[in-house]
């Protein structure tokens, strides 16, 4: 099986699960600390689920690298005012 079929079939279990626990909850009543335990773990389960479907939805989907637009215009040549030339020194002093 591939993994999406896996994960579906892990949703219809949970969702079987879910309606057990439900039904379960209408002969027990919902105020026991058991019940109300078995409905979180059940809640939490289903929450992991859904993740482990998005993330591998999201790893199997191919990524296109975000585009930088490089404008064709020099750059101000204010921004490089305060700098020295790499290996150079400063521009009013001279290279030993």
């Known amino acids: 099986m591939s993994v999406h079929d896996e994960l579906t ?6 969702d ?3 309606r057990s626990v439900s ?3 209408q002969q027990m009543g919902s105020g026991g600390l058991d019940i109300r335990r078995v409905r979180t773990d059940c809640d939490h389960l289903r929450e992991s689920a859904a993740l482990l479907k998005a ?3 999201a790893a199997t989907a191919p990524k296109r ?6 404008p064709d215009t020099p750059y101000d040549d204010s921004l490089w005012i305060d700098t020295d030339d790499e290996g150079l020194g400063a521009r009013d002093r001279h290279a030993p």
């Open 9 to 14: 079939s892990i949703q219809r279990s949970l």
């Open 16 to 18: 079987d699960l879910s």
């Open 23 to 25: 039904r379960l909850e």
């Open 55 to 57: 993330a591998t939805s």
């Open 65 to 70: 690298p975000d585009l930088v637009t490089i």
